[in-house]
């Protein structure tokens, strides 16, 4: 597991150490893995019913190999390719787009190059805006993520950081 966290550690790490050079970054809050331990159970056999970050990540890891197995992979892949798809493969600055009039903007995701529809509503005075991300899993079962209204387009080193509400789902489980 370290080994996947290690390869998109490198991806995302400073240019002149090999990072990639400009990417939208996609990032859960804590919070977000609770309500997807809290959605997988309602798919899945097994009840998840807690608020402990931890019983979470074990749950959806239990899950997580179960879906590996059926998809004839391992959960080392699967964790990969979720954390892929919460990395776009440009930077972009959702608040200079929708000040542009844009109202959808399409991110490439670093996993098998899938795109996420964002809709954007246009930025508040107090530069807020509002914006739902569309991702490959059915949205009836898993929420389409929200980012979060102020903690956005945040300038790193080698692109932008945006904080999402829930965790992007790049297939139907």
């Given at each position: 597991?370290?080994?996947?966290?290690?390869?998109?550690?490198?991806?995302?790490?400073?240019?002149?150490?090999?990072?990639?050079?400009?990417?939208?970054?996609?990032?859960?809050?804590?919070?977000?893995?609770?309500?997807?331990?809290?959605?997988?159970?309602?798919?899945?056999e097994?009840?998840?019913?807690?608020?402990?970050?931890?019983?979470?990540?074990?749950?959806?890891?239990?899950?997580?190999?179960?879906?590996?197995?059926?998809?004839?992979?391992?959960?080392?892949?699967?964790?990969?390719?979720?954390?892929?798809?919460?990395?776009?493969?440009?930077a972009?600055?959702?608040?200079?787009?929708?000040?542009?009039?844009?109202?959808?903007?399409?991110?490439?995701?670093?996993?098998?190059?899938?795109?996420?529809?964002?809709?954007?509503?246009?930025?508040?005075?107090?530069?807020?805006?509002?914006?739902?991300?569309?991702?490959?899993?059915?949205?009836?079962?898993?929420?389409?993520?929200?980012?979060h209204?102020?903690?956005?387009?945040?300038?790193?080193?080698?692109?932008?950081?945006?904080?999402?509400?829930?965790?992007?789902?790049?297939?139907?489980?």
């Amino acid at each position: 597991m370290l080994s996947c966290l290690a390869g998109i550690q490198d991806l995302l790490g400073k240019p002149k150490d090999g990072g990639l050079r400009r990417v939208t970054v996609f990032a859960p809050r804590d919070s977000a893995f609770i309500r997807l331990a809290d959605q997988l159970s309602d798919l899945v056999e097994g009840d998840f019913n807690s608020d402990d970050e931890e019983e979470a990540y074990g749950y959806i890891a239990g899950v997580l190999t179960v879906v590996a197995g059926d998809l004839g992979t391992d959960l080392v892949s699967l964790v990969t390719s979720i954390l892929q798809y919460h990395v776009g493969n440009e930077a972009i600055s959702f608040m200079d787009e929708s000040r542009k009039g844009k109202k959808i903007e399409h991110v490439i995701t670093l996993f098998d190059d899938m795109p996420i529809r964002v809709e954007m509503a246009m930025p508040t005075d107090k530069n807020r805006m509002r914006m739902k991300m569309i991702h490959a899993a059915d949205g009836q079962s898993f929420r389409y993520p929200k980012i979060h209204n102020t903690l956005f387009d945040i300038e790193t080193c080698n692109g932008r950081l945006n904080v999402l509400k829930d965790v992007l789902i790049p297939l139907n489980v």
